[in-house]
Every structure is written in C-alpha cells, then in structure tokens.
C-alpha cells in the first residue's frame, strides 16, 4: 500500500517568512495530493490540491510542487502570518479515471493516505 | 466544517467499556469515512462507507466496528474499550463524482473530532 512520509514534524517561522513543508510517497499510481490545514480544536480543511498531470500549482500565498519522478511533493506559504500556525498534512491517493466513477471496485482509488503531519508556529 | 458534526466532543471511558462516536451530516453526501488521529501518526482510516449498504475495513479496522443507519450518519463502535485506542477521531465525508473531467479529487470534508481517553 501507499506509503507518505511528512517532514518537518514541526517547523517554527518568523512572520514574514516563507515555509516549506515537503512530502515523499511510495505509490507511483497516486496522481493525487491534497494538503489539508488543522486548526487547534478543529478537523482538517483542504487548503490546496495537486493532480499528477500539473507540476505546480498557486492559490495566493501557498503553492503546491510535485516531482513525479522522484516522488515527492511540497507546501510553499510565503508571507507567513500568525493565522498560518496550524498542523499541516499532506496526502496522496489514486485518482480514479473516469472509466472507474461507477465502479464499486474503487477501494484503492478513494482511500487518502496521509503523512505524519507539520506543526507550524509563525512567531510575531 | 458545521455540515460534519461529531457527538460527543469529548468522551473519558474505562477499558473494557463499550463506547459509540456519533457522526451526522448535511452535505448530502454519500461517502463517509472514520479516521483515528494520533500524534505523529497523522490519520489513519478506521472504516469507510460508499453508500448504505456499503461498509469497507480501512487499514486498522481490529477492534472497532461501524454502522451505516443512514445516508447521514455513520457511527463508530468499540466494542471493549482498551487504552491504546485513547486517540482523536476524525468523521469525513465526500461526494461521488460528478460526470465529466477524467480525474477526480476525492476532497473530503472532516468534522471537528472527538477526543477519547481510555483510562
């Protein structure tokens, strides 16, 4: 099965810097990599995703890479900001193809592995 | 996410009892999943569920059980409480595709947790 390793496991910043936080897989089937934002006292929200067929992807001050050769995908914020400390996850998963939407058998495809997880602090 | 909610938020049992964490949504959503979260361990899915009828072991489904009573809500059991499942858990749901696009992203939409200790 998929294997996600997450590092930094936590990663203290000063306002106004940028932080990166970077991902390995094993799966050379997973095409897609969700990071998902965790908030003191509150589930994971999806901040950004990346499909195997973009090599980068920006929504304002966070950014996404992946690197399908070597396997591995990273979080870029820039102009970090106190509201960014939070525990960082990425994940990776077999998209499914269209061919596959009404298929029961999608087990592997819909399952999210995740990795370990990135507390970040924004120190003011 | 208010459409994901959790009951009860916070849950202090003794081994050997039997607990259940309630999961309810709004989202209309057919798919729904129950994750465990442990420090340095990020999350890892207990049970998943593709509709009603459809209940599937995620990677570590030994000593939890789930129930589908409805396209809302989906629950998670522990038979016999022991302290190694002391943890954070994790309700999330997705949608099923929608048609058209060749791939698409499972984005799955969590409730806020339940924290259970197991003393």
């Known amino acids: 099965g998929e294997n996600v390793e997450q590092h930094p496991s936590t990663l203290s910043v000063q306002e106004g810097d940028s932080a990166v936080i970077k991902c390995t897989y094993s799966?050379?089937?997973?095409?897609?990599f969700p990071w998902y934002k965790q908030e003191l006292g509150k589930g994971p929200q999806l901040i950004i995703d990346i499909r195997s067929n973009v090599g980068e992807k920006k929504d304002q001050r966070i950014a996404v890479t992946l690197n399908k050769t070597a396997k591995h995908f990273s979080l870029h914020i820039t102009e970090t900001q106190p509201e960014d400390s939070a525990v960082y996850f990425c994940a990776a998963s077999r998209g499914r193809l269209q061919a596959q939407l009404w298929s029961r058998n999608v087990a592997a495809g819909n399952k999210l592995t995740f990795g370990g997880g990135t507390r970040v602090l924004v120190k003011p | 996410d208010a459409d994901v909610t959790q009951t009860p938020r916070n849950r202090i049992t003794k081994t050997g009892k039997r607990i259940m964490l309630e999961c309810s949504q709004t989202k209309g959503h057919d798919r729904m999943y129950w994750y465990r979260q442990d420090p340095g361990l990020g999350l890892r899915l207990i049970y998943y569920s593709f509709d009603v009828k459809d209940i599937n072991k995620g990677e570590i489904s030994d000593g939890y059980s789930v129930s589908r009573q409805a396209q809302a809500k989906f629950s998670l059991s522990l038979e016999s409480a022991i302290p190694n499942q002391t943890a954070l858990y994790f309700c999330?749901?997705?949608?099923?595709?929608?048609?058209?696009?060749?791939?698409?992203?499972?984005?799955?939409?969590f409730g806020p947790g339940t924290r259970l200790t197991v003393l």
């Open positions: 999330a749901t997705s949608d099923l595709p929608q048609q058209g696009g060749r791939y698409i992203p499972d984005t799955q939409y």
């Open positions: 799966d050379s089937a997973s095409n897609y």
